[in-house]
């Protein structure tokens, strides 16, 4: 089945620091790959995705490469900001598959 | 992007009471739905599957009878809560899947629901 291992937070990092979150996954055939952030009290918002291997999704300065040889799709950012503090959720969607499959989320806090 | 809306945002009822929360997509259509429920600081759960034009597919352990899905039209789905308890009270948040280029799932904003 699939499955998605994400980074055990809370990670808590200072302004301008670089953020690596971690994300590695199981599928059967060729998923597309999610980055979902969630702030506190709203429901998820899209980050960035990637359909196919070596796809780099990017926004807002975050990027993740889709690398099918080591099955990860770790989140980047060089230059963490106070207002990115949230909760950070890798997922994956197999085609054919409608259902998402979501890491159990990482809870990132940038301090001043 | 794609926007989902959700409501209410928020509701409080009593125990016993049925509660209505409504999710649409505003700029797509979506034949297909999801409705989630999150519990504090945890990931997202899966209740069920939301359909256009025929019956919700309900993960295993969520009572149909008690989480009733409706999905009327393209660009709606509802979950009726019927006779809320205490312990029903939890965040739910929609999706619903934009069949594009690399089919992707676009969230609400979520509805709190406080049972007393």
């Known amino acids: 089945g699939n499955s998605v291992t994400q980074m055990e937070g809370p990670v808590t990092l200072s302004e301008e620091a670089f953020l690596t979150i971690n994300c590695t996954y199981t599928?059967?055939?060729?998923?597309?790959l999610f980055w979902y952030v969630q702030y506190p009290g709203e429901g998820l918002q899209l980050l960035l995705k990637?359909?196919?291997?070596?796809d780099k999704g990017s926004n807002k300065g975050f990027e993740a490469t889709y690398r099918k040889e080591t099955t990860s799709f770790h989140l980047e950012k060089g230059s963490v900001q106070v207002s990115d503090s949230a909760v950070y959720f890798c997922?994956?969607?197999?085609?054919?598959?409608?259902?998402?499959?979501f890491g159990t989320g990482t809870r990132l806090t940038i301090i001043p | 992007g794609a926007v989902v809306s959700q409501h209410p945002s928020w509701v409080i009822c009593k125990s016993g009471t049925s509660v209505k929360i409504e999710c649409r997509s505003l700029?797509?259509?979506?034949?297909?739905m999801f409705w989630y429920r999150q519990f504090p600081k945890q990931s997202l759960m899966l209740m069920a599957t939301s359909n256009e034009g025929s019956k919700a597919t309900y993960e295993q352990g969520v009572e149909k009878d008690k989480f009733l899905i409706n999905h009327a039209s393209l660009t709606l789905s509802t979950l009726t809560v019927t006779s809320a308890h205490p312990e029903d009270s939890s965040f739910y948040i929609c999706?619903?899947?934009?069949?594009?280029?690399?089919?992707?799932?676009?969230f609400g904003p979520g509805t709190r629901l406080l049972v007393l």
């Open positions: 990637a359909t196919k291997a070596d």
């Open positions: 599928a059967t055939g060729y998923p597309s």
């Open positions: 997922a994956l969607l197999n085609f054919g598959n409608e259902k998402l499959t």
């Open positions: 700029d797509f259509q979506a034949t297909t």
């Open positions: 999706s619903a899947l934009d069949r594009g280029p690399g089919s992707t799932q676009y």
